[in-house]
């Protein structure tokens, strides 16, 4: 009988003892390798461009400021009290005196970086910027996959919710950046499909969940109207060109339509005209599914390997005629020396990752392999393909790390029906 006792009880220890050790196990080969950076918020920083040159005098005010001792009232709603310089503003400007006025979003769209300091403005900071091609990302074998990953967004969610716009639904294309990861910082826009009812279906829908209206003003020519969402952060949309709009905050918007203007002389889109302007916050590759950039990169980075991020960074995915898909990416440095270390840095990192058993479980390891770096002058190219299958399963990892609560949602709402009371 004690002998039996004794058996159950070793038996019982041993079982402890595997169980600790496969949990310890378990823990060490799960914790992926620490490359020494981390993600971080850039601080006193912009929406722009790394590389770009610091103007003379750069436009500080927001697109329409309103006279700080001027109300604004009914007759002047409309009026532009920042014309360009020249003899073209005050040409525009007596010909604005002629022109009928228009009071709804209607009327096509006269952006606000046409002329004068704008127009050659290439503003300085730093952008992490997304692009989804919607079309085409419907068609695709990663179209649900997508559409749960917008729908656990956090940016998107608080940014859409109670407007009635579907981004897979509604949007041809969809842009989503921030200069510094703060969400009130965030800028969206688009191509929506059919005509401007669903553009003013959306203020509406917002401004009656908050008990308000939402009137219709002229920024410089730009119909605009406040964004209501559900966050302290006063932003409106913008119609800034034919099918296109913009939300974000009033003081910004001149600043991202010159970055629009930055990108499409970037792109070499021809001529700077107003739609040009507006179409290259959305312009893709062909057969781009998704596209990420991000400016100034080193500034959204920190730890003992920060030199080893780039100043630029473009990732474009598309997918394959066989069904895979495909990933290019293109970092550049400022120098040809800095991209070498780069590459031997990275490639390292592969092979760190490669050999993890929890990336060889998930079956990422021949897709590591098989991922080809070179380097061309200041820039570093990664080039990997992968299943379909491999890919939505990142998508969901994604979606699982975004699909929380957003917290401004709920109480934000409650506070303003609170103050309404």
């Given at each position: ?109 006269e ?43 956090p ?50 829908n ?28 006063a ?37 700077l ?6 179409q ?91 991922t080809r ?10 080039h ?15 979606r ?11 109480s934000?709402?409650?506070?303003d029906?609170?103050r309404?009371?």
């Amino acid at each position: 009988m004690a002998s039996s006792a004794r058996t159950v009880t070793l038996g019982l220890g041993i079982s402890i003892v595997l169980h600790v050790l496969g949990l310890l196990w378990v823990r060490g080969a799960t914790a992926l390798p620490d490359v020494g950076l981390e993600l971080t918020r850039p601080d006193a920083v912009e929406f722009g461009f790394y590389d770009a040159p610091v103007p003379a005098n750069p436009p500080s005010t927001p697109v329409n400021p309103a006279p700080a001792s001027e109300p604004k009232t009914a007759s002047n709603a409309e009026a532009d009290p920042v014309p360009a310089p020249g003899p073209q503003a005050e040409h525009k400007a007596a010909t604005r005196m002629r022109a009928p006025k228009h009071d709804s979003p209607d009327a096509d769209t006269e952006p606000a970086a046409k002329s004068g300091a704008l127009a050659n403005f290439s503003p300085r900071g730093a952008q992490l910027a997304l692009r989804l091609d919607l079309d085409r990302v419907r068609d695709s074998a990663l179209s649900e996959d997508v559409g749960a990953l917008l729908s656990a967004l956090p940016d998107v969610r608080l940014l859409l919710e109670g407007s009635g716009v579907v981004p897979m639904r509604d949007l041809s294309r969809l842009f989503l950046a921030s200069p510094d990861l703060r969400r009130s910082h965030v800028v969206m826009a688009g191509r929506y499909l059919g005509d401007d009812t669903l553009p003013k279906s959306a203020v509406d829908n917002l401004a009656r969940a908050r008990g308000t209206e939402a009137a219709w003003r002229k920024l410089r020519g730009i119909p605009v109207a406040p964004w209501q969402n559900a966050d302290s952060t006063a932003r409106v949309l913008a119609l800034i060109g034919p099918g296109l709009f913009a939300i974000t905050r009033e003081e910004d918007l001149a600043r991202v339509l010159a970055v629009a203007r930055t990108l499409a002389s970037r792109k070499q889109l021809g001529t700077l005209s107003d739609a040009a302007a507006a179409q290259a916050l959305l312009a893709m590759a062909d057969g781009e599914l998704l596209g990420l950039s991000v400016e100034n990169a080193k500034s959204f980075v920190r730890g003992p390997h920060a030199e080893q991020a780039p100043n630029r960074i473009q990732v474009s995915i598309r997918q394959t005629a066989e069904g895979s898909i495909e990933v290019e990416s293109q970092a550049q440095f400022a120098s040809a020396e800095q991209a070498q270390a780069a590459e031997l840095f990275w490639t390292r990192v592969r092979e760190q990752y490669a050999k993890h058993p929890l990336v060889a479980l998930i079956g990422l390891a021949d897709v590591l392999h098989g991922t080809r770096l070179a380097v061309h002058d200041d820039r570093l190219t990664v080039h990997s393909t992968l299943p379909v299958s491999r890919a939505r399963m990142l998508l969901t990892f994604a979606r699982d790390a975004l699909n929380r609560p957003v917290p401004e949602l709920r109480s934000t709402w409650q506070d303003d029906s609170r103050r309404q009371e």
